[in-house]
């Protein structure tokens, strides 16, 4: 596809169940990030993939969360034993560093609900 | 590390009003700067950017001007209309091996007719 595709759209979940949201980034990216925005809140940094470097995983809230990317191209945040606060929508966004300066696309994200 | 903030919202605004808002930065080396947008119901998107110290980014009549002094990338737009209502962040690429992007914590922005 022509931009970041993220599924699901929307995810409703109960308390204590594990959720996995999947991210194919735009072709060719080497950059891949996770975000996550709280109802009226700002950006919440989770994990940056950069090429075959390790990820930046300074983000992620606890141990119940990771991610992964597989073969520098499609990525899986998994969250075990969701709790209600993890309800938000989670965002990934892939780009490529070059002259200019990184642009960054997003996609249209994942709400993820925990009842 | 690197950081940015930028002022507090919510904003409201008549139509036609002078828009500034303001954003400032910690970083190591000489980052590019971001302005994103999200527009209501919409995914964030890039606004415009600065990659050099006095570099001037523009689009749809925002302006922002990178200024190494005071290490800020003020937004700017002399006319706002109603449809510039959205969520505004400010972001930067530090220029160093895998740094990542680092946002602000956005502005919200509402103009009123």
């Known amino acids: 596809g022509a931009g970041v595709s993220q599924s699901p759209s929307n995810k409703v979940t109960e308390k204590g169940k594990d959720v996995e949201l999947r991210c194919d980034p735009i072709?060719?990216?080497?950059?891949l990030y996770w975000y996550r925005q709280s109802l009226g809140q700002g950006l919440e940094f989770l994990i940056y993939?950069?090429?075959?470097?390790?990820?930046?995983k300074s983000g992620l809230p606890s141990d119940r969360f990771s991610a992964e990317r597989t073969g520098g191209s499609v990525s899986t945040l998994t969250i075990q034993r969701t709790q209600q606060e993890d309800s938000a929508v989670y965002l990934c966004?892939?780009?490529?560093?070059?002259?200019?300066?990184?642009?960054?696309?997003f996609g249209s994200g994942t709400q993820l609900s925990v009842l | 590390g690197n950081s940015v903030t930028q002022m507090e919202g919510p904003v409201t605004l008549s139509e036609e009003a002078f828009l500034t808002i303001n954003c400032t930065y910690t970083?190591?080396?000489?980052?590019?700067l971001f302005w994103y947008v999200q527009y209501p119901g919409e995914g964030l998107q890039l606004l415009l950017k600065?990659?050099?110290?006095?570099d001037k980014g523009s689009n749809k009549g925002f302006e922002a001007t990178y200024r190494k002094e005071t290490t800020s990338f003020h937004l700017e737009k002399g006319s706002v209309q109603v449809s510039d209502s959205a969520v505004y962040f400010c972001?930067?690429?530090?220029?160093?091996?895998?740094?990542?992007?680092?946002f602000g914590t956005g502005t919200r922005l509402t103009i009123i007719p």
């Open positions: 600065a990659t050099k110290a006095d």
């Open positions: 970083a190591t080396g000489y980052p590019s």
């Open positions: 966004a892939s780009g490529s560093p070059g002259t200019g300066g990184e642009k960054l696309f």
């Open positions: 072709s060719g990216h080497t950059a």
């Open positions: 972001a930067l690429k530090s220029d160093f091996g895998n740094e990542k992007l680092t």
């Open positions: 993939f950069q090429g075959n470097s390790a990820p930046d």
